[in-house]
């Protein structure tokens, strides 16, 4: 190694490419990242291991690293006493998986960085989140804790290593459910009647602070929703209310588009100021829904706004979707996206910036620290227009044309740390939330970008030969073993872009990534899908996630896109093995339904008849338009949509589901066939008579005819 600018010496960090590892590889502390020569060394030297999780846009780790990680006295216990080792969690989420439950198990709570102490055998004994460097806040200080940890080490090491192992095994029993019987309808109502509870009418959203935007549960409400529209119309109301205060609210970025991590507080008003692609493409993917459930176009409006900061700020030049954007910016949380009256009279003439003041809520006391403001949605366009003698239009445009000057303004502050990586899994999130708004909102021009970015995965990150994905891709690299997620997330992107499109390939690639995933992941023994990929002995527990998050558990989409392919291509022995998952997850989640909404998105497809629609045209032709138009304009959670051409693309379609084979337009009109369990109605050739065979009723009734 050379000496660096500082004229400190990088440590083995230096070598890595995780944008996370990188920001520590000045550090003196000596840092290995997760392998073999690390625990090489615990081993050798009878070491315990300091295990350190954390990612790059995480405002406490940048904390801990600022006040223990630079501290010289800190980083010679660390390096005296232990084997430090370093973990990018979004690198490694099997590695931070196993630890974080372990934590958990131990009492210590959870979080980040997530620091755990373990045996040279990778057992954890002890650990917790943010350390001070000396004790305060009823926290122990990295100073005194570190020799006493090494104390207990020393003279009670049989005990601690039996601990260790003990916590292993909890955590191996965590996976196993119970043998009850599996009622997934009742484990689907259940679940409604947690939401029921926790809703916060008056500010949208679940429980009290801090609130994230749990997409899940909004994912899962819609499905209760669309069971029956007429009669169950709150479901849509706790979506609607909390769309409508996140968009008003200081978590919603006016300027830029997209959304923060999470809300500090019960009014979506103080944001923590991360942004994560994960969220964007959740976000924008709901939007699109309750776009099409409701018609009301500031849904749609919002969702484009996420679109537009992803395309803008979260994209590599190669096509790829890049992973967050930090809170912090010249070591201030929140600095980028804050503002003060001067600020914007610097930025806009008189009256455009009395007018974004009032918008936005910015005043000289502010909202937030220092007389600085959050910018929310303080009045409606149609106040903006009454206050400044206005028209609604000619207000609305003197508004985007300050939000626009604005945010140029704001493009010349020192913008926020960008994580650069490419995560597999968080890009088939985003191409599903790209194809999904394509024909939410009829704009091809999105699904075009979706499909540069599953292209990118295919070409960088997908390996024929091992018939996997890697993790990550970053600069010029693939690396990291793919995990449940990363095949599961990109599969649905896949098959959200063929519906998008009508491009064979990728339901061709979305089969082919499905076969592999159900080869890697599947746990034969017990059901379901272990989240980590096999053959590797530094994860002494392959688990099954049972939450959904701000991420979704692999499981979740893996069963999902499992019973839709399996549906689709009539696949029996796929639709088996996701029954055979959803009954696993029923018997574990028992009254804890609540914490997988996006499994039970699952048990709702499973639960709803077998029907897609084919729609036979040119898919150029305005015919053809007009019926795919008329069936992407509704909320149809649980069908599918496929255009064939009695070309090419149609013969590749029915090499996967020969029952496409025959289906053909009718009389030189492009026709629509509504098949349940692959028995197609007679055709119609008019948007009208589409509509009518898919409203509820008509779905519920026996086919009168059918194509033999």
């Given at each position: 190694m050379t000496d660096a600018p500082h004229g400190r010496t990088p440590n083995r960090l230096a070598r890595e490419k995780s944008p996370y590892l990188l920001q520590h590889a000045l550090n003196p502390v000596d840092w290995y990242p997760w392998g073999e020569e690390a625990f090489a060394k615990a081993r050798a030297e009878g070491k315990p291991i300091f295990l350190s999780i954390g990612y790059s846009t995480c405002h406490w780790c940048h904390v801990m690293e600022r006040e223990s990680f630079e501290n010289a006295e800190v980083a010679a216990l660390l390096n005296d006493l232990f084997v430090p080792v370093k973990v990018d969690r979004e690198?490694?989420?099997?590695?931070?998986?196993?630890?974080?439950?372990?934590?958990?198990?131990?009492?210590?709570?959870?979080?980040?960085?997530?620091?755990?102490?373990?045996?040279?055998?990778?057992?954890?004994?002890?650990?917790?989140?943010?350390?001070?460097?000396?004790?305060?806040?009823?926290?122990?200080?990295?100073?005194?804790?570190?020799?006493?940890?090494?104390?207990?080490?020393?003279?009670?090491?049989?005990?601690?290593?039996?601990?260790?192992?003990?916590?292993?095994?909890?955590?191996?029993?965590?996976?196993?459910?119970?043998?009850?019987?599996?009622?997934?309808?009742?484990?689907?109502?259940?679940?409604?009647?947690?939401?029921?509870?926790?809703?916060?009418?008056?500010?949208?959203?679940?429980?009290?602070?801090?609130?994230?935007?749990?997409?899940?549960?909004?994912?899962?409400?819609?499905?209760?929703?669309?069971?029956?529209?007429?009669?169950?119309?709150?479901?849509?109301?706790?979506?609607?209310?909390?769309?409508?205060?996140?968009?008003?609210?200081?978590?919603?970025?006016?300027?830029?588009?997209?959304?923060?991590?999470?809300?500090?507080?019960?009014?979506?008003?103080?944001?923590?100021?991360?942004?994560?692609?994960?969220?964007?493409?959740?976000?924008?993917?709901?939007?699109?829904?309750?776009?099409?459930?409701?018609?009301?176009?500031?849904?749609?409006?919002?969702?484009?706004?996420?679109?537009?900061?992803?395309?803008?700020?979260?994209?590599?030049?190669?096509?790829?979707?890049?992973?967050?954007?930090?809170?912090?910016?010249?070591?201030?949380?929140?600095?980028?996206?804050?503002?003060?009256?001067?600020q914007v009279a610097d930025a806009l003439p008189e009256l455009d910036a009395k007018l974004a003041c009032f918008r936005w809520g910015i005043t000289p006391q502010g909202n937030f620290e220092h007389g600085q403001t959050i910018l929310t949605e303080a009045r409606t366009v149609e106040a903006c227009a009454a206050e400044f003698g206005l028209a609604p239009e000619a207000a609305r445009g003197a508004i985007e044309a300050a939000r626009a000057a604005l945010l140029e303004a704001r493009a010349r502050r020192p913008r926020p740390h960008r994580d650069d990586k490419v995560l597999t899994a968080w890009n088939g999130l985003m191409i599903a939330a790209f194809a999904r708004c394509a024909r939410a909102f009829d704009d091809a021009a999105l699904a075009a970008r979706g499909a540069r970015a599953a292209d990118f995965l295919w070409q960088r990150l997908w390996d024929p030969a091992a018939r996997a994905f890697a993790r990550r891709w970053r600069e010029g690299e693939a690396a990291g073993a793919g995990q449940l997620d990363d095949h599961a997330y990109a599969a649905f992107g896949f098959l959200e872009l063929h519906q998008a499109t009508a491009d064979p390939a990728w339901l061709e690639r979305a089969a082919e990534v499905v076969e592999a995933m159900v080869a890697r992941f599947w746990d034969d023994a017990d059901g379901a899908f272990f989240e980590s990929p096999p053959d590797d002995p530094s994860v002494r527990v392959r688990m099954k996630d049972g939450f959904d998050g701000a991420e979704i558990a692999g499981n979740s989409i893996a069963v999902w896109v499992l019973e839709a392919l399996g549906r689709l291509l009539d696949r029996p022995p796929w639709r088996a093995?996701?029954?055979?998952?959803?009954?696993?997850?029923?018997r574990r989640l028992g009254d804890g339904a609540a914490a997988m909404p996006r499994m039970l998105v699952a048990f709702d497809l499973a639960a709803a008849p077998v029907r897609h629609v084919v729609i036979a045209g040119d898919p150029e032709a305005a015919d053809t338009r007009a019926l795919v138009r008329a069936f992407d304009a509704r909320f149809r959670p649980n069908d599918l949509r496929l255009v064939v051409d009695g070309g090419e693309r149609q013969r590749r379609l029915a090499a996967l589901a020969p029952w496409l084979a025959t289906l053909a337009p009718v009389g030189g009109r492009a026709a629509a066939y509504v098949c349940v369990d692959h028995a197609c109605r007679l055709p119609v050739t008019e948007p009208a008579e589409l509509e009518a065979l898919l409203a509820p009723a008509a779905a519920a009734a026996d086919p009168a005819s059918e194509i033999p």
């Open positions: 690198e490694r989420p099997d590695v931070d998986r196993l630890y974080m439950a372990s934590a958990q198990a131990m009492g210590v709570g959870g979080g980040w960085p997530l620091n755990v102490f373990l045996t040279p055998a990778l057992e954890p004994f002890f650990g917790g989140t943010y350390f001070p460097p000396e004790s305060r806040w009823g926290r122990p200080g990295m100073k005194e804790l570190l020799p006493r940890v090494a104390e207990a080490w020393a003279t009670r090491r049989d005990e601690v290593a039996a601990g260790g192992a003990r916590v292993l095994e909890a955590i191996a029993a965590l996976d196993r459910a119970d043998a009850a019987h599996a009622d997934r309808e009742r484990v689907f109502e259940r679940a409604y009647a947690y939401f029921e509870r926790a809703h916060d009418a008056a500010h949208g959203g679940f429980g009290g602070a801090p609130k994230f935007p749990s997409v899940v549960n909004l994912d899962y409400l819609m499905r209760v929703w669309a069971r029956d529209p007429a009669r169950r119309r709150e479901p849509l109301a706790m979506v609607v209310t909390q769309l409508e205060a996140m968009r008003a609210g200081g978590i919603h970025d006016h300027l830029g588009g997209g959304f923060h991590r999470y809300a500090t507080d019960r009014e979506w008003l103080v944001p923590h100021f991360e942004k994560m692609l994960y969220d964007q493409a959740q976000l924008a993917w709901v939007l699109a829904d309750v776009f099409l459930a409701t018609g009301d176009p500031a849904h749609r409006d919002t969702a484009r706004g996420v679109l537009d900061y992803v395309a803008r700020d979260l994209s590599s030049p190669e096509g790829g979707f890049l992973s967050a954007e930090d809170a912090d910016s010249e070591g201030v949380e929140g600095k980028f996206y804050l503002w003060t009256p001067a093995r996701a029954a055979r998952a959803m009954d696993y997850y029923a």
